[in-house]
């Protein structure tokens, strides 16, 4: 299920509806997607098996290795790919079985379509009818989870799972990768559905208010139309604005009854939008207090009280204090999934806090942080990484930027997230040739793996340019020949057979590879080659040890092979 609604019509409140009605029966998943540089990649997934692993813990001894045997019998073929995307679970995986080598376009639907598989099969062996996920905010998932989604909901009624996602439809894109799902959603069949929460009408919103006061129609007809001009029928609004009213008095209470004081409306200021509600709340606050929740607003928009606490030393009461109060002006609430965590409950309020910070104290505040996680964990999972060196971006320290951007490029394009790859890859080889290192080997292997992305996601051009300029600094016959190979591939992508076939037989001759020119010398070559093929038959393991101590020189032999074989195909 797919609700769709802006801030205020109602779909939190629907799902706790949901969630009550199914408690007990589901195990259910409470997801939250962020609008920030630093999401983690796969986040939605990485959750559900964070969940699991918490509710194991949970299990009697006896239940656990039951469990165990379960989840090792269904991470044998992606065990590997399972603890790349959490290396805690790797009490779960024995001996996964290695996986072929494939290009990197066929690697990455491998990797998604293993993973979907293996989350259906965990779904199946809950005790209960099976995972409920709620996904909030899914406009803000990173493209990884999507892709993973979407293979997920292909067959997902054979399986015990619901998902129901909230989605703001006005800030999504027309561009965004979801959005062509969200267009087409509508006129899919089971088991894919679309609810739209929209604004209440004038009966609606008098029903609503009447509800509220546990009056007739007729006697909050006057209030619910003022209420409705206000509000404009967005429930939330409606609320909020009745609340506020009730404090300053112009709703009243009295012998039995409600009363409306509509010629104080003229001399309170009634909030006319959410916004407007969020500002008064804050104000609420001291100045003292908002710079606190300011100094939160630097981890995100989720942050744990722990290394809160170890931010601003020697101010644990006033914290707390302040803590508790946000909570109650509803601005911050505690994270169901996560004890000890606390997250900002709209975008909006933490974005409000992080400005309120001058520019100096922003940049100080995320080198602090940074700091504070590297020394929280020494050995950085991609997960961490990420947020170390988003904040070190943020806090332009460029020491720290360069030591971690190239290795956080790796680690996102060997997930297959490849706009963040080329964010971090770009950042590092513009450093370097700050640095005047262009040309050296960091240099080298940046590009190299830009101009590979490059090619993994169509940009053709792109990725021709940036090996044009690395031949520039190739000196060695084999590190020519192997970026002649790049280019020839490139050229066959770009549908120039002629290029890439000039490329192929380029690296080729660097090699001191000799393609065939007559049939007769084809003809020669194909019975040497069948005679060698029969030789290392008999006598593999004489004959394929000098293969092996050469397979890299022999692997870019076969990759022009395989692209001259491609070109002649096609011809």
């Known amino acids: 299920y797919l609700v769709n609604g802006e801030t205020g019509t109602g779909k ?21 997607c962020f609008l920030e540089h630093s999401k983690i990649s796969y986040g939605i997934f990485k959750d559900i098996l964070n969940f699991y692993l918490k509710r194991f813990e ?43 080598e494939l290009d990197k376009e066929q690697e990455k639907k491998r990797f998604i379509f293993l993973l979907a598989d293996f989350f259906k099969q965990l779904a199946n062996l809950e ?13 803000w998932t990173d493209r990884g989870s999507w892709e ?7 067959n997902i009624s054979r399986y015990p799972i619901f998902i129901l996602a909230a989605c703001r439809p006005s800030e999504i894109a027309e561009n965004h990768f979801i959005r062509p799902f969200l267009d ?21 919103n008098l029903e609503l208010v009447s509800s509220l006061l546990y009056q ?34 112009i709703v009243f209470f009295k012998e039995n009854d409600w009363f409306f004081d509509s010629q104080k409306t003229e001399k309170n200021s009634i909030p006319l939008s959410v916004i407007e509600i969020f500002l008064n709340r804050i104000n609420k606050l001291n100045e003292n207090e908002k710079m606190i929740i300011a100094s939160a607003s630097v981890f995100g928009r989720m942050f744990e009280m722990k290394d809160f606490f170890e931010l601003n030393e020697g101010m644990h009461q006033k914290i707390v204090e302040t803590i508790d109060k946000s909570i109650q002006l509803q601005l911050i609430e505690k994270s169901e999934q996560n004890l000890g965590t606390f997250v900002f409950i709209h975008d909006k309020i933490q974005n409000y806090f992080y400005f309120l910070l001058s520019n100096e104290q922003q940049k100080s505040l995320h080198l602090k942080i940074a700091a504070l996680l590297e020394k929280k964990n020494p050995f950085l999972t991609e997960e961490n990484l990420f947020r170390v060196l988003e904040h070190y971006i943020k806090g332009e320290n460029e020491e720290k930027i360069l030591e971690y951007s190239f290795k956080a490029g790796l680690s996102a394009k060997n997930l297959f997230i490849h706009e963040k790859a080329l964010r971090y890859l770009f950042l590092s080889q513009k450093l370097l040739k700050k640095r005047g290192l262009e040309g ?13 992305i490059y090619l993994i996601i169509g940009k053709v051009d792109q990725a021709l340019a940036v090996y044009q300029e690395i031949l520039l600094f190739k000196k060695t016959a084999y590190e020519k020949a192997a970026i002649y190979q790049k280019l020839s591939f490139a050229y066959f992508k770009k549908g120039d057979l002629t290029s890439s076939e000039k490329f192929a037989h380029l690296s080729l001759a660097l090699l001191k590879e000799r393609c065939p020119k007559t049939k007769i010398v084809f003809f020669i070559k194909l019975v040497k080659e069948v005679f060698l093929y029969g030789l290392i038959s008999i006598l593999p393991d004489f004959f394929l040890k000098k293969t092996i101590r050469n397979r890299a020189l022999n692997c870019l032999k076969v990759w022009n092979y ?4 491609l070109i002649y195909a096609f011809n």
């Open 148 to 154: 993973l989604l979407e293979l997920f909901l292909e």
């Open 58 to 100: 949970t299990y009697p001894d006896e239940k656990k290795e039951i469990y165990r045997k379960k989840i090792r019998e269904i991470t044998k073929e992606c065990g590997s790919l399972i603890l790349q995307l959490n290396p805690m679970m790797s009490e779960f995986v024995e001996k996964p079985n290695e996986l072929v």
């Open 216 to 249: 007739t129609e007729d006697k909050t007809r006057v209030l619910a139309d003022f209420l409705y001009q206000k509000s404009m029928g967005n429930p939330f609004l409606s609320i909020e604005i009745l609340k506020q009213m009730v404090s300053d008095h």
């Open 440 to 452: 050296t080997k960091e240099w080298l292997e940046t590009s190299e793996n830009i101009g590979e």
């Open 184 to 204: 087409k959603i509508s006129y899919l069949n089971h088991p894919y559905y679309k609810i739209d929460l929209k604004n209440l009408d004038e009966e609606e």
């Open 562 to 565: 395989y692209t001259l074989d």
């Open 12 to 32: 939190t409140r629907l799902i706790q509806e949901i969630q009550d009605k199914i408690y007990g029966s589901y195990a259910f998943i409470d997801i939250k």
């Open 127 to 139: 005790i209960q009818k099976g995972f409920f996920v709620f996904i909030d905010d899914i406009q």
